[in-house]
């Protein structure tokens, strides 16, 4: 089976890349267009890690065939800060210290992202049940649910 | 996975002319969240990946004279931000939505849900319950199948070879129509169902219940449509007797299996309790409509 060329829109730049049937988003992400950002944890869409935003949908790269993406826009981590600018989360996460190894921060990063995009309010339940889907072994998760709250209020200009 | 091919067609009749003319197997992929993991695991063996998300039938949710058709590869988050079948089918709507996280989601699928065959499958008892119909194309044209009628045993469907599933139909409901789907995980999110109802029932204008079908997941190699469960409500006002047959027909029916989530005499018993809760629901609901 000889390779698929696949034209994409990655973080608002246009990317393309040759893949395999059998490599999966994170795979083209990672191998074929050196975004490492995305981490891949478990790769059976237990962990988050590799979150990613494909046409404004929250969805696990590692559970995204890379060929699937053809013609479609994908939003990675790399696309969160602006240049030197981080993003409110990135900066509250920070701040908190809302990471210790940080494994699992890229995948929390752009799944808040996708939370606070519809839903600029959330509650601490609605927080915690959106991230269910996204592993911490390391902070105890408490202090990423105070990041984002933090960094809603930030991006409501209420801090 | 090696050698694995990939098309995504966008019409019915082009997947089933892959379906019946790929060289080894062919298998259909909606959101990939069941198929991708057990291609990667080796569980599955398979030479072509058919992607029937760019079908527009498969896709969409249209509100139709007499009900509802629900696309097969519509996700949990376009069902559940799908204000009108909320509205009529809150069961069938939560059962979907229960499925894995926010990022499962975004890709999880009803007919994946059905097709994987999973005993546990929290999109199915409530889908049961509706009386939903599954519209199935093939090779020889199409049919329309109950859905308990798909799943014939863990992982295997009555789909014939060539078949696929083009969508879903969630009737209309008289008045005084409600339904629920509840199930029973250890955890608060993420996890596999010990034991899944869902309840679909119609009250006349004194409350009698005239029309009920209780589907229960993860007790039997199947989800099953329980007669005996639906015989215990009709005909009654839903009162604590009633409500106590239901529950002895809900755990008779079972004969589940013996793991770390649930033994067999605890998930007998759970099912009798949650056939109720999930009666209660869908009591209330009935009640408002
Ligand atoms: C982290 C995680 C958590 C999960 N949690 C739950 C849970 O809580 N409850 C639950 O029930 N499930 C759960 N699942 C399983 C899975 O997400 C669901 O079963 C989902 O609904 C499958 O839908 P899909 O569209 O992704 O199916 P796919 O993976 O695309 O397909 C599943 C199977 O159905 C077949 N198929 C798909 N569409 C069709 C069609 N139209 N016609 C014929 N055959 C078809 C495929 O060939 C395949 O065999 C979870 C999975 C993951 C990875
Ligand atoms: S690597 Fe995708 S969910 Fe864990
Ligand atoms: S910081 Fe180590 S897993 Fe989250």
Redesign the interface.
């Known amino acids: ?1 000889a390779k ?1 060329h696949v034209e994409a829109i990655i973080n608002g730049d246009p990317a393309e890349f040759l893949c ?3 490599q ?1 988003l994170l795979d083209c992400l990672r191998d074929e267009l050196s975004l490492t950002g995305s981490k891949e944890g478990c ?4 962990c ?1 890690a590799c ?1 990613v935003i ?1 046409d404004g ?4 790269a ?4 890379g ?2 993406v053809n013609g479609k826009k994908v939003e990675t981590i790399e696309g969160v800060a602006k240049g030197d600018d981080l993003h409110p989360l990135q900066k509250h996460f920070l701040q908190e210290a809302a990471l210790q190894c940080g494994i699992c921060t890229p995948g929390f990063i752009v ?1 808040a992202k ?2 606070l995009k519809e839903n600029p309010h959330p509650t601490e339940t609605e927080i915690r ?6 592993l911490c072994r390391c902070t105890g998760y408490d202090k990423i649910i105070t990041a984002v709250q933090k960094a809603a209020a930030e991006m409501r200009g209420e801090s | ?6 098309s ?1 067609p966008s019409s019915v009749k082009e997947v089933v002319k892959i379906l019946t003319t790929a060289k080894g197997k062919a298998k259909v992929m909606a ?3 069941d198929l ?2 057990q ?3 080796g569980r599955l063996k398979a030479s072509t ?1 058919v ?1 029937v ?1 760019n079908i527009s039938e498969l896709r969409t949710i249209k509100k139709e004279k007499n009900g509802f058709t629900i696309g097969a590869a519509v ?1 949990g ?1 376009e069902l559940g931000a799908h204000k009108a079948v909320n509205k009529a089918w809150p069961g069938v709507v939560e059962g979907l939505e229960l499925i ?5 989601q ?2 999880a699928s009803l007919g994946g849900n059905l097709c994987n065959g999973s005993p546990a499958a929290d999109g199915v008892p409530g889908m049961i319950a509706a009386g939903a119909t599954c519209l199935i194309a093939g090779p020889k044209g199409t049919r329309t199948v109950p859905v308990e009628k798909i799943v014939v045993s863990p992982g295997r469907t009555s789909l014939k070879s060539g078949e696929f599933l083009v969508s879903f139909f969630l009737p209309n409901r008289p008045k005084k129509s409600g339904d629920a789907y509840l199930r029973f995980i250890p955890r608060t ?2 996890d596999i169902a010990v034991v899944g109802v869902g309840v679909s029932l119609t009250l006349d204008k004194k409350g009698m219940c005239t029309d009920a079908r209780v589907s229960l997941g993860a007790v039997a190699p199947t989800a099953l449509l329980v007669k005996n469960c639906a015989n215990a409500l009709i005909g009654t006002n839903i009162d604590e007797d009633a409500l106590n047959a239901l529950s002895e027909a809900a755990s008779s029916a079972c004969n589940p299996i013996d793991d770390k989530r649930g033994t067999i005499k605890y998930r007998t018993k759970v099912a009798g309790v949650l056939a109720r809760r999930a009666t209660v629901i869908a009591l209330k609901r009935a009640r408002k409509n």
């Open positions: 089976m698929h395999g049937t059998e999966t790769s059976s869409g237990d988050g979150s494909l949908r929250l969805v696990c590692c559970l995204v065939l060929v699937e799944a996708a939370l049940y959106w991230l269910a889907g996204n | 996975m090696a050698n694995l091919d990939y995504s959101g990939g969240t991708l993991v291609l990667r695991a990946i992607d998300k996700s988050a894995g996280s926010t990022q499962i975004g890709r999110e993420m």
